[in-house]
């Protein structure tokens, strides 16, 4: 040992500051042998060798309070499974199923929650939740997710991701549910979860659980300072989703707004006010169909679109200057081709987009796929500049009709069939694109789309939804005005988000210091802190007998007249028992922190590994 031992490194040690933690402590050890050969020449009594704890370090939590096995101290540590048949075999009504998608950190979620028969349900009797019980998720990406389950839930069952811990009554559920919630436990679940393609803990896992188990009074204290906490972080979440429920509605409102011509001044109006003239709707549709019927290539006779009086529409009221038409009319509708495998790419490798390439905030390309298309394919599917892609299938009804803009990323790019291109004809595509989120945001696409399990919008149907058609000038107007506004939206939505995901982060931090020994005794109020009687002390944790904070007057003298008579040199094996310690290493080693922590030794390293103690 050459380098200087001084400072805390000297007596670096664990939560429950053992001497054979530090290297003072290992020293103190390895030479405890050789302190015992030299007590036999020395006027005081031999002494036996010193004992080495057996209590890991780990045994003891925050405060020195036991850690102990969790499968000691329950009654029920089990999950259920999903009934025979699956999602088929749900009911509007019976028996709640809790699955992992219901159990979050902030409580029991309603939203999803299925529901079974009571044939099912008897199926399931080994997996019947009670009040109180910690909900645990043990699989998939919410693995470590857990909650405790509330008086009107009793009597539900749980499917195979999710684990009923119901501990014995030394243990409160919120206490326990609330540790494994804390920062550091959902590190532990992260590192220790097994599955070569899915996450999960393991039956096993949880019952050798270690956890923390101080009182009852300690445990209802921590849990009533961390409630106070997190309803004032829940009363912020709840605001901030009222902010974000907020935006959703007036970015519906803003788009219904442009579709019924509330948004902008109405072109008919500010042209008469002018004294000029201006192409209305009507007459800019007639124009349209001329110029489609004079683009089209397709293959045979050229087939007029359905208007809608043929498909039986009911017209309604529209601004001055506007008319309605159909989404055919004034464009050309595909879908996309169908992905097979012998469509693998053989000579003509073509990336194309499909519908899971399409969000809410535009077209992601992190992750576009390549297929087989012939040139004429190519020719017949290749997306341009200024086309409109649209989510034509979805297993959720609000996800259908997704709208994005073609910007032409890629340079050669086709598309599947589970998208639809919208070519727009003799207009630009950016008032067509307002329309389309009209419709899907505000669930015009959902309610036409139909199908079991997956719903599909299908090119028909969206050729024949009724498109409202305002002069170019208007459209123009209005476009750049809902750009405007729903960039603002975006920007708050932004915001909205990131807080909520710091209030997540806090809600982990909270957590975290309730089980940190560093900072729990401070973490509660002044009316529940702990009582200094009930935190043990280091000794009492270790099973010593305890000493005064500051160490006795007469044990400090007699310590610093035994270095001063071995001429400021002594070894800590035969300072140790010439003060009398004997096995007491524990008390030792606190007098020698006291007396450093006055100033009274400066610690050095000496030769052979031994340590000596000089006065100052």
């Known amino acids: 040992m050459k380098s200087q031992l001084c400072g805390e490194e000297l007596f670096a040690g664990g939560p429950t500051d053992c001497p054979e933690n530090g290297k003072l402590g290992r020293l103190l050890f390895a030479h405890s042998s050789r302190a015992a050969k030299q007590a036999e020449n020395m006027p005081y009594p031999k002494l036996p060798k010193l004992a080495t704890p057996t209590a890991p370090i780990s045994s003891r939590g925050p405060y020195g309070w036991p850690m102990v096995r969790l499968g000691d101290h329950t009654t029920k540590i089990g999950s259920g499974s999903t009934p025979k048949g699956g999602e088929a075999v749900y009911v509007p009504s019976g028996v709640s199923l809790v699955r992992s998608m219901n159990v979050h950190f902030d409580g029991l979620r309603t939203e999803g929650l299925a529901f079974i028969n009571q044939q099912a349900a008897e199926k399931l009797k080994n997996a019947i939740v009670q009040e109180g019980d910690a909900l645990l998720n043990i699989t998939g990406a919410s693995i470590g997710r857990i909650t405790t389950a509330p008086p009107s839930i009793a009597g539900a069952r749980v499917n195979q991701h999710v684990c009923i811990i119901r501990p014995t009554p030394e243990l409160l559920p919120k206490f326990l549910s609330y540790f494994f919630a804390s920062a550091q436990e959902q590190e532990r679940i992260t590192q220790v979860q097994v599955g070569a393609t899915r996450q999960a803990l393991t039956k096993r896992m949880i019952e050798n659980w270690m956890v923390p188990m101080p009182s009852l009074d300690i445990q209802r204290a921590m849990i009533a300072e961390a409630d106070k906490q997190l309803t004032r972080l829940e009363a912020g979440r709840n605001a901030l989703r009222r902010v974000q429920a907020n935006v959703a509605r007036h970015r519906a409102a803003v788009l219904k707004a442009a579709c019924e011509g509330l948004l902008v001044a109405n072109e008919v109006q500010i042209a008469h006010a002018e004294g000029r003239s201006v192409e209305a709707g009507e007459v800019l549709l007639a124009r349209i169909l001329t110029a489609r019927r004079q683009l089209w290539q397709g293959r045979g006779k050229y087939k007029e679109p359905a208007g809608l009086f043929e498909s039986g529409d009911k017209l309604g009221d529209t601004p001055p200057g506007w008319t309605w038409a159909t989404v055919e009319q004034i464009g050309f509708v595909q879908l996309g081709r169908q992905r097979s495998p012998k469509n693998v790419s053989k000579n003509y490798p073509t990336k194309y987009i499909r519908a899971a390439n399409i969000k809410s ?43 994005a803009f073609w910007r032409g990323e890629i340079p050669l790019c086709c598309f599947q069939n589970t998208v639809i291109r919208f070519r727009p004809c003799c207009l630009e595509s950016r008032f067509p694109l307002v329309v389309f989120k009209h419709f899907y945001i505000n669930g015009i696409f959902a309610r036409i789309a139909g199908g079991v399990g997956i719903n599909h919008l299908s090119a028909d149907k969206f050729s024949a939804i009724r498109f409202p058609l305002p002069p170019l000038a208007e459209q123009t107007r209005i476009a750049a005005e809902v750009e405007r506004r729903l960039s603002v939206l975006e920007e708050l939505a932004t915001v909205v988000t990131t807080n909520l995901q710091r209030v997540n982060s806090l809600q982990k931090t909270i957590l975290a210091r309730s089980f940190n020994q560093n ?98």
Do not use: W
């Not at 992190?366 to 034509?392: K, N, Q, W």
């Not at 009930?534 to 044990?555: F, K, V, W, Y």
């Open 361 to 403: 905030t535009g077209l992601d390309l992190t992750d576009v796929l390549e297929m087989e298309f012939s040139p004429a394919e190519r020719e017949r599917y290749a997306l341009r500049e200024g086309d409109i892609v649209l989510a034509e299938a979805s297993g959720s009804a609000s996800q259908v009709g997704k709208p």
């Open 519 to 616: 900072t729990t005794h401070n973490f509660l109020p002044a009316t529940s802190r702990l009582p200094k009687k009930l935190i043990p002390s280091r000794q009492e944790r270790d099973g010593r007998s305890p000493i005064m904070n500051h160490a006795d007057n007469a044990t400090v003298e007699s310590l610093l007249a035994t270095v001063e008579a071995n001429g400021g040199n002594v070894s800590p094996q035969t300072l140790c028992l010439a003060c009398g310690f004997g096995e007491e290493v524990g008390a030792f080693f606190e007098l020698l922190r006291e007396c450093r922590n006055r100033g009274m030794l400066a610690i050095s390293s000496g030769k052979n590994s031994m340590i000596t103690f000089r006065k100052r």
